[in-house]
């Protein structure tokens, strides 16, 4: 029985360790765009919290769909920085407008991008263009931030 209450022990510490990397990826991987301050990320949900965050702090901020993105992409060539975040399990970050492939389900050129993609409570990490990071148009949300 000791052996039993000692195996659940190290493991509810290696998941709580586990959960504390998750959110310390994500803090550095958008720490030039924004800190945290005194907000405290959702440690199971961590891109969840950052969307929320990301709503009050960003200059713009654009609903993406098929008929908007080209808009939004276009404009966020202007700022410093973009961030975008798909129903709360994906943060992607446009590291280069330049190197972009077209999306026939988009109807315009996604830029490179990298991307945190939160599947079964697992980060991975991605870099690939946008079109491979958001999926096809559906009715998934999306939401860009563009920050200065």
């Avoid at 440690?43 to 009050?56: D, G, R, V, Y």
């Avoid at 609903?63 to 410093?80: G, P, T």
């Avoid at 975008?84 to 830029?111: C, E, Q």
Wanted: hydrophobic share 40%; charged share 20%; glycine share 2%.
């Amino acid at each position: 029985m000791k052996k039993i209450i000692i195996i659940l022990l190290v493991a509810c510490c290696l998941s709580s360790q586990a959960q504390n990397t998750k959110t310390a990826v994500l803090k550095q991987f958008i720490s030039d765009i924004f800190t945290f301050e005194d907000s405290k990320l959702n440690q199971q949900q961590p891109i969840i919290s950052i969307n929320e965050i990301a709503q009050t702090k960003a200059s713009k901020t654009f609903e993406i769909d098929r008929e908007s993105i080209s808009k939004a992409l276009i404009e966020a060539k202007n700022y410093k920085h973009c961030l975008i975040i798909v129903d709360g399990h994906t943060l992607i970050r446009v590291v280069n407008f330049k190197d972009n492939s077209p999306s026939g389900a988009w109807h315009t050129a996604m830029p490179l991008s990298k991307a945190y993609i939160q599947k079964a409570g697992v980060l991975h990490e991605k870099k690939d263009y946008l079109k491979n990071l958001i999926g096809r148009p559906d009715s998934q949300q999306r939401m860009m931030y563009l920050f200065n």
